[in-house]
């Protein structure tokens, strides 16, 4: 059974800081790998996808890794603003169907 | 050009009685998912389904809870009798075919009183 964990649960750093968030997956059996912000009471809003046959994808100052060997992804996010606060989830989605299955999430605060 | 929507965002019921969530996909979208958002809990599969068929529903109670994704309309994931413990947030996700990215709707927030 696929499981995914993300560390740290919780995170707060200063404005313009430079950091990175930790997704692990135990089966590397995967189709592909999404990050998402999810904004207090809101929706998931798509960051990054990565195909398994890729090492990463960038999109304005976040990059995301992926290492499908290990199971392990990063979310690399630079120049941290306020704005950045919000949980952020780690999905991989599974070969052997289409669910995507979670992480807990990273809650991200970036105090000005 | 819109993305996935649900309706109603916020839904209250008593203990007992039915709630209806519709999900309308992206437009051109075959493929829904709905998962489920526990309070303090991460978000857990439910059901996928394409246009008529429930492809996978695994993740779906086994009692009071159905999906549908008729050919002309949204999707509709429907809770009978409801239960203080189905208290929760519920997405809506939509994809083309492939092993594509699955793109979410805002949620429609369920309060069972």
């Known amino acids: 059974k696929q499981e995914v964990t993300q560390i740290p649960a919780a995170l707060s750093v200063p404005e313009g800081e430079n950091l990175v968030l930790n997704c692990s997956f135990t089966?590397?059996?995967?189709?592909?790998l999404q990050w998402f912000r999810q904004d207090p009471g809101k929706g998931l809003t798509s960051l990054l996808l990565i195909q398994s046959s890729q090492r990463e994808q960038t999109s304005g100052r976040l990059n995301a890794s992926l290492d499908k060997s290990s199971g392990r992804s990063t979310l690399y996010i630079a120049a941290s603003q306020p704005g950045d606060s919000a949980t952020y989830l780690c999905a991989v989605l599974e070969t052997s169907g289409s669910r995507l299955t979670f992480g807990e999430g990273t809650q991200l605060t970036v105090n000005p | 050009n819109a993305g996935v929507m649900q309706n109603p965002r916020h839904l209250v019921r008593r203990r007992g009685q039915e709630a209806r969530l519709r999900c309308s996909p992206v437009k051109g979208h075959s493929h829904v998912y709905w998962y489920r958002q526990l309070p303090e809990e991460g978000l857990k599969f439910m059901v996928y389904l394409q246009k008529e068929n429930i492809i996978d529903e695994s993740g779906m109670p086994k009692e009071r809870f159905s999906a549908e994704f008729p050919k002309e309309g949204p999707s509709i994931l429907r809770i009978q009798q409801v239960v203080r413990g189905d208290s929760a947030a519920y997405f809506c996700?939509?994809?083309?075919?492939?092993?594509?990215?699955?793109?979410f709707g805002p949620g429609t927030r369920l309060t069972v009183t």
């Open positions: 089966d590397s059996a995967i189709y592909n």
């Open positions: 996700a939509s994809s083309p075919p492939g092993a594509a990215a699955q793109y």
